[in-house]
């Protein structure tokens, strides 16, 4: 796929545009975010984990029996798995004109560690832009579904309950709620999906 017209990033010559998926656990953002880089061509990447040092920090991130991670720490593990991310897939990729698209992204954090877990946006905000570089996303695509719903389907998968996952309904709604403010600025390129329909429904909608 060519460039396209300039996003928030500006100008964009002949680099790829950058598209965000972003959600609460259980919406379907990966299954769409991989069917759209497969689409389009693009580099399918994802948060946290996507590099050798992320895969470190996730485990730390992720994993309800291991080592307690404070608040602030898990903000900072974040952006240290997002900056390793950025300088080792997403900026490389991106300049040699490629598109990525990204199974989260800086929005996670505003939703998780701000508005679920109560930092301040502010601050949130001023980390985020020093761990990316000022890298923002080209589109962020928020696959939206009721907190019921994607218990249920994370229920049925029968997986197991990341340190995330684990954190019950009202965290979830917090997030779910932030990632409604958030979509709703009116500077910030989002695209909100209804994700409670059929795979491929979902997928035409994207």
């Not at 994802?46 to 903000?75: I, K, Q």
């Amino acid at each position: 796929m060519t460039a396209g017209p300039p996003g928030r990033n500006g100008a964009r010559g002949n680099r790829g545009g950058l598209i965000a998926f972003e959600g609460i656990d259980g919406c379907g953002k990966t299954t769409q975010a991989r069917l759209l880089a497969e689409r389009i061509g693009a580099v399918w990447t994802f948060e946290p984990g996507a590099t050798d040092l992320g895969t470190s920090l996730r485990a730390l991130l992720l994993h309800r029996g291991g080592t307690a991670v404070g608040e602030r720490a898990e903000a900072l593990l974040m952006a240290a798995d997002r900056a390793q991310h950025v300088t080792e897939v997403i900026r490389p990729a991106l300049d040699q004109g490629r598109w990525v698209v990204t199974d989260r992204y800086s929005a996670s954090t505003l939703a998780y560690q701000g508005y679920g877990r109560g930092l301040d946006l502010a601050d949130l905000t001023a980390l985020i832009g020093w761990a990316t570089g000022g890298l923002g996303p080209d589109l962020t695509v928020l696959v939206d579904v009721p907190v019921g719903l994607a218990a249920r389907r994370r229920a049925e998968a029968g997986s197991s309950d990341d340190r995330f996952e684990g954190q019950g309904g009202e965290f979830h709604q917090r997030v779910a709620d932030g990632y409604h403010r958030l979509a709703s600025t009116p500077e910030s390129p989002w695209l909100v999906v209804d994700g409670t329909g059929t795979v491929d429904a979902v997928a035409a909608a994207v």
